[in-house]
């Protein structure tokens, strides 16, 4: 028996020990409470996130219209009450409009200063408006009625408080004599807010009081649609083959080691990838959903492989046991056991993977796709801008109320973004529940 | 193997002879959420002794083992009630620090789990968390006591620096023995300390719990007979959770009393 | 013949190979399935693949030659004195304006529009060879499948090889996306090292890629000096993984340590949605919230600030980056065995002496990697640079001041309306390069670290 350095059991039972282990408490104490500190944190910056978007968009969901007795004198009308949509175009609109505001603010101005300040008021697209509806119901020629025109993005931010209309006149983009007209039209009960159906139902346009997102999501649908086409395939017989078919040598651990790694390389490069192969070498055109949907599905590919080889990996054995027993060739077993069970989990990765597709812009900056794009497309060919593409450019407009449009595009994305998830985790949970 | 032969004869004199009480545990039940594991577990762990638990897999003996120094704490949804005092002081009072009842009652692992320092520092882990050692000079003396009371001191004392995960198997249990010991705990609990090594590892630490036995208490849980018999000088039987008998093992082993314990005993030898 | 009528004329006659392949066995098995080797269907399937895949192969093949070699053949045949001092791609896409008719095309010689016209015919020439080829390689190809069917022909057996080698060429598809971004990567990036001194590029201390208006003006641009837009590279990441490092490290280390089961299962997936929320989207955050209220801040403690600066763009990537590092460091954290927990718990050590002395070392490669590579996708971040970093390339390391990044310089220099072969547009292509080669070095050693910590305790 060696002797002992000391004996501790009075050091233990001491007061100083007892001291120390509470001092020991408050540091463990510290490490817990920066744990909660950073979940707090990250939780507060995620609401403040979603709070500012939310704020900033809370204008746009809302068009501001003004109340307009249009008359349409049958004589303007070349065809009078008959008139056909061709000729209808051909009538000066702006004119009938600007005619119409003038009489519910007490006549023309003499200026012609004064004349667009007046104007002004009124979106630019507002005759485009009125034309479209005349045309849709040619009834209206050879009357008086009132139409409810969108005003111009200055007026709607004055009106929806965006702007107070209490600073000096320098400090502001509208003048005192525009502030007075639009409270005398709001006095008249001429100035309405209204749900702004522009947003969601029309195309990209450069006055922000009548832009729309509906160009953008037609343009990310096909760009969806392609990469979908593309990447599912692909990623499902890339999953097969090396969850069932690969042997252990160095090709297939050549495919594992790029599919792990390209999942880490930065989007931008594939966009430079679709530039130069797509675009420069296929000669496929630029800004097109197809480009746009092959660069994603390039991208996606190696999370939709992860997602596809995880699903084929959580089928039983036993269930290809049993089909190779009842003789079913190992092709037989895979397409006719491994991958109808695999189902819901492939699909539960695709949908993630359209979900990361959804978000990404950067790629689509390098082949393109930044134009102003005014019509939806209507092809794989044609230029599109999609959601995630024209949030940006709006967000780098400089007029003020494309930054509430801005945010207001962001939540009908985020919007889509949710449905996806929600059905990813509905379908995730069903799979739970079998095994 | 001399020592182990002779154990049996020696093991009740010192059981008969009287010990002053260690631990004692009146009506203890263990709850895992709505699990009853433990049922009015009472016993007796005696200064200087060697107690073993023995009883059917699932029984409950690890989780008795581990309310002993309140490891039971960490394990979300478990409530211990009834009384365990270590020397007259309830170590459930709310007063009472866990940190301090587990450097009162040290506890071995059934598989070695040796942390991934050198040597020395998983000898050294506990005195520096409590602050037992000053100074460089001090924790040297400190760790070539506690590796020589676990008879590692001679094979290891070159390669102190080296990783203990790197060590063998039995080398590994000895040193989280010694790691236990380092801080001078009153209790050892020993949860089937052989039961991952072979034979020979196993005789090894056999008879280091029979040497260890004469400075501290130590609670043993075997699934072994032969070992029990050697080295215990009390045992007791656990069964569903309740303890179905305890008695100098010489005469629970030889005179059961319980018809479990009975069943029990043959199952194994027979 | 456009390949488009050619692909729809493949896939038509690929389905009559199947009905045919089907309706001969159908025959041959006459009602005795037993009869056969494979099932009738597999025979179809048989001359449906033969008939399909070879014909799209060639177009695919015909498409990609189409694309350069009859402008190739035209503009080798222009005479010499024409080219002199003219960029070959440069001639073609003047020789596609004017066989457009494109708008803005002046000065057009006889010579151009003979070539434009010939570039013209030999593109339909080309088009018709790849749209008749595929069909007559399509038929050929069902003869030949057609032939060796009858009742012992191992049809099943033929097609499931087939179908093999297709699995085999898609799992392959991720070895060709990484062999055509470094193939394009360093094409191009040689091409703009012929033109702009490597020296430069690696060492120059001002980047200020000007634009070419003029052909002539090729060679007395600005500088490409890579320094400043590493270095605010490498500032944009560093303030992020401030950020992110931190929160994310001690978040990770709550929820597996101390947090109660209904904590962790609520904070989880709410610290998850961060990660699902596209990057543009944290670019507006970042321009219309952060931005200002950094500028405010450093305009308040006396120092120069801008309206895009560093820490506004790198703060709000850090927010982003919060959820990667978290569950990296969760997964790290969890895979460390309990054993060693109950070993230090058994020694007397509190939680947090545990978690300090035993759990984070044992987790400290794991958790290197997971810094590694959150750093490597903080590089790579494109759109919230973009939208809050700035332009200019300052060489400063006041986060108060904007600065710009690889991601940032490569969207501006390629969304302007450039010639592909501008020292401007190429030096995109330089920058990916080198991005590309960071954080590949980043992500290998981090992969390789993680897989190596995961072993040991598997």
């Known amino acids: 028996m060696t002797d002992r350095p000391e004996n501790f059991t009075e050091w233990y039972t001491s007061e100083r020990f007892n001291v120390g282990v509470r001092r020991r408490r408050t540091r463990e104490g510290v490490l817990r409470g920066l744990g909660m500190v950073s979940i707090l944190l990250a939780v507060t910056m995620l609401v403040t996130l979603f709070g500012s978007i939310f704020y900033q968009a809370r204008t746009a969901f809302v068009q501001t219209q003004i109340g307009l007795e249009v008359a349409l004198p049958a004589a303007e009308f070349d065809g009078g009450t008959q008139a056909g949509a061709d000729a209808i175009k051909d009538v000066n609109f702006r004119g009938l409009v600007a005619d119409a505001l003038y009489a519910s603010l007490g006549g023309r101005p003499d200026s012609r200063g004064a004349r667009r300040e007046m104007l002004a008021l009124i979106s630019a697209d507002a005759s485009f408006q009125l034309m479209e509806r005349v045309i849709e119901e040619p009834s209206l020629i050879g009357q008086q009625s009132r139409f409810w025109l969108p005003a111009s993005d200055d007026m709607h931010n004055i009106v929806q408080g965006v702007v107070d209309r209490d600073v000096t006149e320098d400090d502001r983009r509208t003048s005192d004599a525009q502030i007075n007209w639009i409270e005398r039209l709001e006095d008249q009960g001429m100035v309405r807010s209204a749900f702004a159906w522009d947003l969601l139902l029309r195309n990209d346009s450069r006055d922000p009081e009548v832009a729309g997102i509906f160009a953008g999501v037609v343009g990310s649908a096909l ?19 090396l969850e069932e078919f690969a042997p252990k040598n160095w090709f297939t651990r050549l495919i594992d080691v790029n599919i792990r790694n390209l999942a880490a390389v930065p989007s931008i490069v594939f966009g430079l990838l679709a530039l130069a192969v797509f675009i420069r070498v296929f000669g ?6 197809l480009v746009g949907g092959l660069a994603l599905s390039l991208l996606t590919l190696p999370t939709m492989i992860i997602a596809a080889r995880a699903a084929i990996a959580a089928v039983p054995p036993s269930l290809r046991t049993a089909a190779m027993e009842l003789g079913a060739s190992k092709m037989q077993t895979v397409s006719k056991v491994v991958l109808p069970n695999a189902l819901p989990g492939i699909l539960t990765g695709t949908i993630i993977s359209m979900a990361e597709a959804l978000g990404e812009t950067a790629p689509l900056l390098m082949i393109g796709m930044v134009a102003f794009v005014a019509d939806a497309p209507s092809s794989f060919l044609d230029p599109a801008a999609p959601l995630p593409v024209q949030i940006y450019t709006w967000s780098t407009s400089p007029e003020r109320a494309f930054a509430a449009k801005t945010a207001a595009a962001i939540i009908v994305l985020l919007l889509f973004l949710f449905l996806m998830n929600a059905a990813a985790i509905y379908l995730r949970d069903r799979v739970q529940k079998k095994w | 193997m001399e020592t182990t032969l002779e154990k049996p004869e020696t093991a009740p004199d010192r059981a008969a002879a009287g010990h002053e009480t260690k631990m004692e545990c009146s009506e203890v039940n263990v709850f895992y959420g709505d699990f009853h594991a433990i049922r009015d577990a009472t016993l007796n762990v005696h200064a200087r002794e060697v107690l073993a638990l023995m009883g059917p897999s699932g029984c409950g003996k690890t989780t008795f083992l581990r309310c002993l120094n309140r490891m039971n704490d960490a394990i979300e949804n ?18 009472i620090d866990p940190v301090h009842i587990r450097t009162r009652v040290g506890m071995v692992a059934q598989a070695p789990n040796p942390f991934p320092k050198s040597v020395y520092d998983n000898i050294a882990f506990g005195p520096r968390l409590h602050g037992f050692v000053k100074g460089r000079a001090e924790m040297d003396q400190l760790v070539e006591h506690s590796l020589r009371r676990a008879g590692l001191w001679d094979e290891v004392k070159d390669k102190l620096d080296e990783r203990g995960t790197d060590l063998s198997g039995g080398q590994q249990q000895r040193l989280c023995i010694a790691r236990a010991i380092a801080n001078d705990p009153e209790v050892l609990l020993m949860d089937e300390p052989v039961s991952s090594l072979d034979p020979n590892a196993a005789a090894i630490i056999e008879d280091l719990i029979t040497e260890l036995s004469e400075d501290y208490s130590i609670v043993l849980i075997t699934h072994s007979m032969e070992q029990t018999r050697r080295v215990a000088d009390r045992t007791a039987f656990f069964y569903l959770g309740e303890i179905a008998e305890i008695g100098i093992t010489q005469d629970v082993f030889d005179n059961p009393r319980d018809p479990r314990t009975v069943d029990f005993i043959r199952g194994a030898f027979g | 013949m456009t390949p488009a009528i050619a692909t729809y004329g493949v896939l038509l006659l690929s389905v009559f190979g199947y009905l045919l392949g089907l309706r001969w066995a159908l025959r041959l098995e006459a009602g005795r399935v037993r009869a056969m080797h494979s099932r009738p269907y597999y025979h179809g399937m048989w001359v449906a693949l033969c008939m399909l895949l070879p014909a799209v192969i060639f177009l695919l093949a015909g498409l990609a030659l189409k694309s350069f070699v009859p402008e190739w053949i035209v503009v080798r045949g222009l005479p010499a004195d024409y080219m002199e001092g003219k960029r070959a791609s440069l001639v073609a896409a003047r020789l596609w304006s004017i066989a457009n008719e494109q708008f803005g095309v002046s000065n057009v010689q006889p010579l151009e529009q003979a070539a434009a016209d010939r570039l013209v015919w030999l593109n339909k020439l080309a088009d018709w060879i790849i749209g008749l080829g595929a069909l007559v390689i399509s038929i050929l190809m069902g003869l030949y499948a057609l032939r060796p069917i009858d009742r012992a022909f191992q049809a099943r057996n033929a097609t499931e090889r087939i179908f093999l080698w297709i699995l085999i060429a898609c799992s392959a598809v991720a070895i060709l996306t990484t062999v055509g971004i470094v193939f394009t990567l360093i094409f191009d990036s040689l091409r703009f090292f012929a033109m702009v001194s490597p ?15 003029r052909e002539g003006q090729l060679g007395q641009e600005g500088s490409f000096g890579f320094i400043p837009v590493l270095v605010g590279t490498t500032q944009i990441a560093m303030l992020a993984m401030l950020v992110a490092g931190p929160i994310g490290l001690f978040s990770a280390i709550y929820m597996v340590e101390f947090a109660p089961h209904g904590v962790r299962s609520t904070a989880k997936p709410v610290i998850e949605v961060l990660a699902g929320i596209p990057t543009v989207v944290y670019g507006f955050f970042a321009a219309t919230l952060v931005a200002p209220l950094v500028r405010d801040f450093g305009e308040s403690l006396g120092i120069p600030s801008s309206s895009e600066s560093a820490l506004a763009a790198g703060a709000v990537m850090g927010i982003m980056i919060i959820p990667f590092v978290s569950s990296l460091s969760d997964d790290v954290i969890s895979s460390v065995p309990g054993r060693l927990r109950q070993a230090a718990y058994s020694l007397g050590a509190t939680r947090g002496e545990t978690i300090v002395r035993v759990v984070l070392p044992a987790a400290l490669p794991g958790l290197v990697s997971a810094m590694v590579l959150a750093t490597s996708r903080a590089i790579g971040e494109t759109m919230i640079v973009v939208m809050a970093a700035g332009l200019a390339a300052n060489l400063t390391l006041n986060p108060f001041e904007a600065v710009t990044t690889i991601t940032v310089q490569i969207t501006t220099v390629l969304t302007g309306d450039q010639p592909f072969d501008s020292p401007m547009t190429l030096s995109a292509f330089a920058l990916a390069l080198a991005l590309f080669a960071i954080t590949l070095m980043l992500n290998l050693f981090a992969l390789q670290v993680m897989e190596r910590y995961r072993d040991q305790y598997d």
């Open chain 1, 284 to 289: 496929m055109p630029r800004s097109s959903p």
């Open chain 1, 223 to 241: 760009m969806l649609t392609v990469t979908l086409v593309v990447s599912l395939p692909l990623g499902v017989a890339a999953a097969v083959y």
């Open chain 3, 199 to 213: 020296t430069e590029f690696f060492f120059g201390l001002n980047w200020r890629p000007i634009t070419a208006i």
């Open chain 2, 78 to 95: 478990s409530r211990v009630t009834g009384r365990i005092l270590l020397d007259g002081q309830d170590i459930y009072a709310p007063a």
